[in-house]
Every structure is written in structure tokens, then in C-alpha cells.
């Protein structure tokens, strides 16, 4: 079965959240959910105390050292990287590996397997640069087109679809 990956901009934290919990609620799983969001609020030390973007309001878990929501589990797992030319974002589900490996390629290049072209990816990453949330979805093909009305139900600005390269 090849799997789909389903990419979403929010430029609300409330929408992002919306989004993220009706997935779960449909039966996405977390391994299937990724987010990407700078992290505004790294303060004069470094320490990741919140987001900003999406910030502890998301849900009941503690992460990367500050106060960060876990969506109900989701953003447990999250990482706060540094990326060159773009600073510090926290990424939380499949994409945090992916853009960890990845770092000198920033979030373009951590896309790639994901199966968005690299220059889609740039443009996904000024989006992120410019303060928007990514949310990513990489699941079956049969679960694709409800991943993306659930986006743009919850207020998704750009929404589209790519064969994933993963396995």
C-alpha cells in the first residue's frame, strides 16, 4: 500500500489545534501526525518555555524542556531544533526525525522523503519562517482525501497531497 502525505498551513494556533484533534478523533494515529512551527518563544537563554505558535493550551503534555502542549500525546515527543538561515522550531511527530537528519537542508530538505519537491518545500518553510503552522499527515491513500477535508474544514489555508517516498 503506498502512503500519501498530506500538508496543511495554518496561520492560527487554534486552527492547528482544531485540525490536529479532529484527526485523532477520526483515528489518525500520532505516528501519522506531524507538526512544524517556529518557536517563538525562546527566551534570552535558549530555554523553549512555549511556542507561541502553539503553546501549552494544545494539550496536556510537557516536552523539550519548557511547557509545550502534546495535543493529548502528540507533542510528547516533540524536538526543538535550530535551523540555519530560519532559527529555532519545534517539530513533533514523523518530521522531527526527519528534519533533525536533515538540518542543514532545513525543513525543505527534511521534506523530501515525505515526497513534497524541494522547491514546494522552500516555500513550505517561509510559510514557517512567516510565523504559519505545518501540519502533515502521511497515511494510506484511502485516508488522504479525509485528512485534507479535515484541514480545510478546520481552517488550512494551502492544502495538498504527495506520494510519500517512506516505506
Keep these: 500500500m503506498s502512503k500519501r502525505t ?3 498551513v495554518f496561520r492560527s494556533r487554534d486552527r492547528a489545534e482544531r485540525a490536529v484533534r479532529e484527526l485523532r478523533d477520526r483515528g489518525f494515529q500520532d505516528n501519522e501526525i506531524s507538526i512544524v512551527a517556529r518557536d517563538e518563544g525562546r527566551g534570552q537563554q535558549g530555554d523553549a518555555t512555549t511556542m507561541g505558535t502553539l503553546t501549552q ?3 496536556e503534555g510537557v516536552s523539550a ?4 502542549g502534546g495535543l493529548a500525546g502528540l507533542l510528547a515527543g516533540a524536538g526543538a531544533l535550530a535551523i540555519p538561515g530560519l532559527g529555532p522550531i519545534i ?10 537528519g536533515a538540518a542543514t537542508g ?3 530538505g527534511g521534506l523530501l522523503d515525505f515526497g513534497i519537491p524541494e ?6 518553510e517561509n510559510e514557517v519562517r512567516q510565523g504559519a503552522i505545518l501540519a502533515l499527515v502521511e497515511t494510506g491513500e484511502q ?7 479535515i484541514m480545510k ?8 497531497a504527495r506520494r510519500s517516498r517512506r516505506s
Excluded: C, W
Design 106 to 108: 532545513g525543513i525543505a
Design 91 to 100: 517539530a513533533a511527530g514523523p518530521i522531527a526525525g526527519a528534519l533533525s
Design 119 to 124: 522547491e514546494r518545500g522552500r516555500q513550505f
Design 143 to 149: 485516508k488522504a482525501g479525509e485528512a485534507m477535508r
Design 6 to 8: 498530506v500538508v496543511g
Design 65 to 68: 524542556g519548557g511547557a509545550i
Design 153 to 160: 474544514d478546520n481552517g488550512a489555508e494551502e492544502v495538498e
Design 57 to 59: 493550551d494544545l494539550g
